[in-house]
């Protein structure tokens, strides 16, 4: 962290802020200008403040070295994280993971039929919502309970670990039986509470950048789970908010190389909720291969016109099993498998 304070500053002001820094336990030096005094700060800055010693009057500006996040930050832990679901592996250098399933979960046998599909088609996680974060209060919300015990029960007999979207601390119990990877989502990115709950959990969590946020809010987002003693983290792009109309979302391609430079974190893309169009999914899902994605979360319906949310954006099993197909080989490209 580098702080510059003005010419005019007097002593006593510089003395407190370099007090104040080495009571932190970190290191200052001073360089002392003709116009400035510049103080260059190491040690462990992530919880220094840079707004509080920027709003002395006598600071000129406060610019940070290094990265605010620790746990996540690759710098302390240069091998790749790789998280296990359910003995499923995600991370590394090896395969890239394909999770699948519809957007809501609809009821018993529609979903022993999708997981039996996507299972078919190379899946190796099953996806879905049972508690649904909708814009609107009247559309449907989601089975709960009733739709965690549907991917339950397709679990038991297809063997694939599921994930799911926890909306509410007060359903991390339920969650915590029976979800393999708890899904936090967009909307959810920034619910500090949540964060901190599943921070003392030891499910692995997804969590899907928010819909307008930066990539740094989102790694410290990681950051906040991470710093709760929870470090299986997976990152989940799922296209951001721009001015374009033609896409439901912007999908980020960046995140990948930049996640996985910054972070030791796996990044898996959503093609589905980035690009709101089944058109879009297989050409999105290749190029995130291609970009080395850890896996890819597809949104998968046996009869998209009719599910009960997010039709337009959902595969059927077959496209799913030629995306997946396609896939593998551009994967074996790059070293890996799926
Ligand atoms: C979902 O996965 O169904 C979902 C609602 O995702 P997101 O939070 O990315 O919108
Ligand atoms: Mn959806």
Redesign the pocket.
Known sequence: MIITMKKDAPESEIQAIIGNLTDMGLKVTVIQGSDYNVFGVVGDTTRVDEKIIAANPHVDHVSRVAAPFKKANRLFHPQDTIVDVGGVKIGGKEKVVIMAGP?SIEGEEPTQAIAKAVKEAGARLLRG?AYKPRTSPYAFQGLGTEGIQCMVKAKEVFGLPIVSELMSENKLAEFEEYVDLIQVGARNMQNFELLNALGKSSKPVLLKRGLSNTMEEWIMAAEYIMAGGNENVIMCERGIRTFEKYTRNTLDLSVIPIIKTKTHLPIVIDP??ATGDSKLVESMSLAAIAAGADGLII?THNNPKCAW??GAQCVTPEELKELIEKGRKIAQVIGRDI
């Open positions: 957007c919502g589905s909720h949104e949310s997010d």
